[in-house]
Structure formats: structure tokens, C-alpha cells
């Protein structure tokens, strides 16, 4: 049992090295943050999670629900993205 509290502890702590790394590069772009989510539970809740993150690290974002994940939606993501 201790073997698995151990690798959990060193999970963890892991994990906040990469959190670190992410917020570091995601504030070196200065710019906001746009979450594209499925019009479904999973897809809301998985939305309001990533915002709830970003809002209590003061990060700019923008949340937008999709119907459907196409091609075209890509395609438009893309576009705005790249110019």
C-alpha cells in the first residue's frame, strides 16, 4: 500500500510541474483563451471546468458550445487562427 501512495504522491507533484508549465506558455501568448465545446453533458462540463481553471488563474477566455464537432467547424477555427 505504501508503494501506491508514494507513486500517487509523485503523481501529484508532477502534475503541478506540468499545470506550472502550462499556465507559464498559456500567459506568454497574451492573448485569450478560446474553449470550443459539444453540445452535450460531457462536452458543457468539460467547458465550465477548463473556464472554472482559467478564471481562478485570471486568464482571459471565451467559451463556445458547437452543435457538432465537423470538418467545417475546423475548418473555421483554423481560419480565424491562422488568418
Known amino acids: 500500500m505504501e508503494k501506491l501512495h508514494e507513486k500517487l504522491e509523485k503523481l501529484t507533484e508532477n502534475l503541478k510541474i506540468i499545470k506550472e508549465d502550462v499556465l507559464t506558455h498559456i500567459k506568454e501568448l497574451h492573448s485569450s483563451i478560446h ?6 453533458a460531457d462536452g458543457l462540463s468539460s467547458g465550465a471546468i477548463l473556464g472554472k481553471c482559467f478564471l481562478r488563474e485570471n486568464l482571459p ?5 458547437l452543435r457538432q464537432l465537423e470538418k467545417v467547424e ?3 477555427i483554423s481560419e480565424k487562427i491562422n488568418g
Open 35 to 40: 474553449i470550443y465545446t459539444h453540445l452535450d
Open 61 to 65: 477566455f471565451q467559451i463556445t458550445t
Open 74 to 76: 475546423i475548418a473555421k
